[in-house]
């Protein structure tokens, strides 16, 4: 059965960092695209990066690029998200998700709530 | 940014009902969307993938169709477990999602 677990969430001060993990199981991680996607009430679903399967190639939307790390490590079947200089904007339900042919997602984490607040 | 337009925002249907959700892009997408259900609580869950191709274990009440900018996500016989909110997703070109469409028992 596939898992994904994402943890490292939690109440932050605007400017401070924050790094979330998805502990990914029941496949073979390294096969697979992964990524994240966040969800406000207001803004609704939104996607928020990329990594391709070995990690070389990262994908961003606009406005967390050069603030937000997408990274990867195969052998501990795991993936991380490390945001820097965080905004009140970025308060939201992060998501964890499994990329199948392309962009789709096809298995989510449960999610994991970050708040950006002074 | 490609925008999705998803209508309506809310429809209320009854168990057995044929419901027609729609989602229009504000430019060709080229057949690149899917559609994702949203139950209170949980994570989006894939139910179609690529316009209308069925993710594997959903119900074959779900279809979807549509090309170009207007596609539009089916479900033939409406049961109680499908009250959700229903999502669509374009990938053509910088990934966006629709506002969704909050489907609710009559």
Redesign the interface.
Known sequence: EVQLVESGGGLVQPGRSLKLSCAASGFTFSNYGMAW?RQTPTK????VASISTGGGNTYY?DSVKGRFTISRDNAKNTQYLQMDSLRSEDTATY?CARH????????????VMVTVSS | DIQMTQSPPVLSASVGDRVTLSCKASQNINKNLDWYQQKHGEAPKLLIYYTNNLQTGIPSRFSGSGSGTDYTLTISSLQPEDVATYYCYQYNSGPTFGAGTKLELK
């Open positions: 996607v609704g679903l939104e996607w939307r998501y199948h042919y392309g962009y789709t997602f096809d298995y989510w984490g449960q999610g």
